[in-house]
Nanobody, 117 residues
């Protein structure tokens, strides 16, 4: 059974930081590309950052320079370090695992991030 369990969300003031974690189980983590997506109320889900199995990263323009995605294959965990948070970063953040060779992808349940004073 595949599980992606996010943690680290919460309420933070503008300008603050949060570190999200996503612990994966039930998959061969190191062969999956991992991503963080977010969905704000009333909006569509959008990509925030992605890291391939080989460690190549890409970011949404809104995240560049403020967010950093990383992975620890020994811990089967992907992280999203978020700095200089803005109210417009408020959303539910979802972890995503994808393997294009096997055409498998999985989603976590999401973690709420609220940026407000």
């Amino acid at each position: 059974q595949v599980q992606l369990v996010e943690s680290g969300g919460g309420l933070v003031q503008p300008g603050g930081s949060l570190r999200l974690s996503c612990a994966a189980s039930g998959i061969i983590f190191r062969i999956y590309d991992m991503g963080w997506y977010r969905q704000a109320s009333g909006k569509e889900r959008e990509l925030v950052a992605r890291i391939t199995s080989g460690g190549i990263t890409n970011y949404a323009s809104s995240a560049k320079g403020r967010f950093t995605i990383s992975r620890d294959n020994d811990k089967n965990t992907v992280y999203l370090q978020m700095n200089s948070l803005k109210p417009e970063d408020t959303a539910v953040y979802y972890c995503h695992a994808e393997n294009l060779v096997y055409a498998h992808d999985y989603w976590g349940q999401g973690t709420q991030v609220t940026v407000s004073s």
